[in-house]
């Protein structure tokens, strides 16, 4: 049978990565589903990282280890598809990958902004830029269905803000399933 989680996050970027330990923390169900084989997305890229609190000249690829730790802790489960199509309809959501599905009560986008493409084509509104039209508290037009960091439209940039708006959305969430 079908695993229906609490949480799909679509991108184990920064923003993908911080809300599922906020999700995990909340004892939540939760699934990470990235394209790339190792999750991480931009902040793999950067060699050193000075404004992380408490961890000064972290490079990018030890602060995804760690965060993947904090993950584990959490029993945050992990999965490589490439995403294409979300289906909106009813209480759970569908989520595939092909013809490969996964089901969940709520779906964060957290994909970053380079995959326009797999934006627009998303059930929810999208603006001029073809970024996800999501204000602060990550709610998109789509019932369940959020948007942080750089996938969405007006989020600040860099890595801590990135992390503040994954963080917002599980608030959001928990907010939503009260
Ligand atoms: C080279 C470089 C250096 C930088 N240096 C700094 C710095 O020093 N300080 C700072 O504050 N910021 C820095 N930034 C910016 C910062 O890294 C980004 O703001 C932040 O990482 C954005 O995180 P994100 O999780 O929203 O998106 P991303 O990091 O882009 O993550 C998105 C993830 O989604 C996945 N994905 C996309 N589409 C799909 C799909 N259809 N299905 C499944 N998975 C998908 C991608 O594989 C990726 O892992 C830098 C960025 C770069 C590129």
Not at 57 to 73: A, F, T, W
Not at 75 to 95: L, M
Not at 97 to 116: D, F, H, W
């Amino acid at each position: 049978m079908q695993q229906i989680h609490d949480l799909i996050i679509i991108g184990g970027g920064i923003t993908g990565l911080t809300a599922a330990v906020c999700a995990g923390a909340a004892e939540l169900d939760v699934l990470v589903i990235d394209r790339n084989p190792k999750p991480g997305g931009s902040l793999l890229k950067e060699q050193q990282i000075n404004s992380y609190p408490a961890l000064p000249k972290i490079s990018g690829e030890e602060l995804v280890s760690m965060i993947l730790d904090h993950c584990e802790l959490f029993g945050v489960q992990f999965e490589q598809a490439e995403i294409d199509r979300i289906d909106e309809d009813g209480a759970i959501k569908s989520v595939w990958a092909g013809k490969k599905e996964y089901t969940a009560t709520a779906v964060l986008i957290a994909s970053g902004k380079s995959n326009r493409e797999f934006l627009t084509k998303l059930p929810v509104k999208s603006t001029y830029n073809g970024l996800i039209d999501a204000g602060y508290n990550c709610r998109t037009s789509g019932s369940m269905i959020y948007a942080a960091g750089n996938a969405r439209c007006g989020a600040l940039p860099g890595i801590l803000n990135a992390a503040a708006d994954g963080e917002n959305s599980i608030k959001s969430f928990l907010e939503d399933i009260k």
